[in-house]
C-alpha cells in the first residue's frame, strides 16, 4: 500500500536505506526531523510504517552457517588425547580436520535449514534464523552449500585419504538425515550419535591414530544420551494437546516420557562403558594412575545427571551443546573430568 504521510521519527534513527524491498528509516541523532514514508505494513490506524533492523548479507550467511556450532568439530582432537600422541604434526593434522569437518557442517545446516523452511517459521526460537526470518533468500544457501562441502574435499586431498572417506560418509549420512531420516523417531537420534562419533573417527584418520573399540562403543552410547535430550526438550514444548506431533519430526506429545527414559539410560550405558575401560588392561598400558580415572566417570555421570535434570525441569536450551558451554556448573564438571584424565596420564 502506497500513501504519503509525515512522520515525525524519533531521534535515535539515523539515515534511510533499503534492504530486500523494505525501507527503514533512520534519522539524524541531532534530532528529530519529519520525513516522507511511501511504504507503509497496516496497523491499528491503517497507517503503521514499516520499521526494520539493517541487515548485512555477509554477516547473515555466517550466521547460517553456524560457527557456534563448530565447538563440536573439538572431538577430532579425542583421538590425540586419549592415544597419548600429542605432538605438533598430530595436532596439526587434527586441525586440519577440523577444518574440514567445521566446512561439512556448515554446508549441512545450511541444506537442513532451508528443508525446514516452513517448520522453522512456526519455531518459538528457530523462526529468527537467517533463512526462516527472511534476512536471507533459500537460494543463498542452496549455492553456498555445495561450494562448502567442495571446498572442504579440497582440503582433504592434502591429508590422508581415510580423512577424505569419512567426510564422505559423514556428508551421505547427513544429507540422508536433512531429507527423511529426521522423520523418523529414535532412528534420528542415533544417526546424530554416528555422526558425533564421525568427528572423532576423522581426527584418528587425519592423524594416522587407531580408535578403540571402547572409545567408539562409549561415543555412540554418549552421545545417544546427548541427542534423546534435545528430542526430549522439543516433545516437551510442543504447544498444547491440539498438536500431536512436531511438525518435521517423529515425535508427539507424550513421547518425552520414553525419550527421558531411554536417553537417561544411554547415559548410564555410557558410564559403564566407561567404568569398564577405566579396568582394563589397555588403560593400564596408556594410564599411569589408571585408578583415576574412576573419579572421572563419577563427575562424568555428574554431569550427564545435571543435564538430565535441567531437561525435565524444562532448564535446558533446545542444544545440550549450548548448555555445556554456557551453564557454570556444567563447565566445571566438564574441566573437572578433563583435569582427571590428565592427571590420571601423567601422576
Not at 528509516?25 to 514514508?37: A, D, G, L, R, Y
Not at 526494520?52 to 555466517?62: F, V
Not at 566446512?103 to 523462526?127: F, Q, R
Not at 564438571?333 to 596420564?345: E, K, R, S, T
Request: proline share 5%; glycine share 8%.
Amino acid at each position: 500500500m502506497k500513501s504519503k504521510i509525515i512522520y515525525h521519527a524519533p531521534s535515535h534513527l539515523t539515515r534511510i536505506t533499503t534492504h530486500w524491498n523494505r525501507f527503514l528509516i533512520i534519522m539524524q541523532p541531532e534530532k528529530t526531523t519529519s520525513i516522507q514514508v511511501s511504504h507503509l505494513r497496516p496497523g491499528a490506524g491503517g497507517e503503521e510504517p514499516l520499521f526494520t533492523e539493517a541487515r548485512n548479507p555477509a554477516m547473515d550467511m555466517l550466521r547460517a552457517m553456524r560457527p557456534h556450532q563448530w565447538v563440536k568439530n573439538f572431538l577430532v582432537f579425542v583421538p590425540v588425547f586419549t592415544g597419548h600422541q600429542v605432538s605438533l604434526l598430530h595436532l596439526s593434522s587434527g586441525l586440519a580436520a577440523f577444518l574440514c569437518l567445521s566446512l561439512c557442517a556448515s554446508a549441512l545446516y545450511l541444506i537442513n535449514d532451508v528443508l525446514d523452511l516452513e517448520a522453522d517459521k512456526i519455531h518459538p526460537h528457530k523462526k529468527n534464523r537467517p533463512f526462516a526470518s527472511g534476512a536471507l533468500p533459500p537460494q543463498f544457501g542452496l549455492a553456498a552449500a555445495p561450494l562448502l562441502a567442495l571446498a572442504a574435499m579440497g582440503c582433504a586431498l592434502w591429508m590422508p585419504v581415510y580423512l577424505a572417506g569419512t567426510l564422505i560418509v559423514y556428508l551421505v549420512l547427513g544429507l540422508n538425515y536433512s531429507l527423511w531420516i529426521k522423520k523418523i523417531a529414535f532412528l534420528d537420534v542415533l544417526v546424530l550419535a554416528v555422526m558425533y562419533t564421525l568427528r572423532i573417527v576423522a581426527g584418528g584418520a587425519a592423524a594416522g591414530i587407531p580408535i578403540s573399540l571402547w572409545l567408539l562403543i562409549f561415543s555412540v552410547l554418549f552421545f545417544t544420551s546427548l541427542a534423546m535430550a534435545k528430542r526430549y526438550v522439543e516433545a516437551a514444548a510442543l504447544p498444547g494437546r491440539n498438536r500431536s506431533r512436531a511438525k518435521g519430526r517423529g515425535y508427539g506429545v507424550g513421547d518425552e516420557k520414553i525419550l527421558g527414559a531411554l536417553g537417561a539410560a544411554f547415559g548410564i550405558a555410557s558410564i559403564a562403558v566407561l567404568c569398564f575401560y577405566a579396568g582394563s588392561r589397555k588403560a593400564a598400558e596408556l594410564y599411569r594412575s589408571p585408578s583415576l580415572l574412576w573419579a572421572g566417570c563419577a563427575l562424568l555421570l555428574l554431569w550427564l545427571g545435571l543435564l538430565w535434570s535441567k531437561a525435565r525441569k524444562g532448564a535446558l536450551s533446545d542444544d545440550p551443546i549450548v548448555f555445556a558451554l554456557k551453564n557454570k556448573a556444567s563447565l566445571a564438571l566438564l574441566c573437572a573430568v578433563g583435569a582427571v584424565f590428565i592427571a590420571a596420564g601423567w601422576i
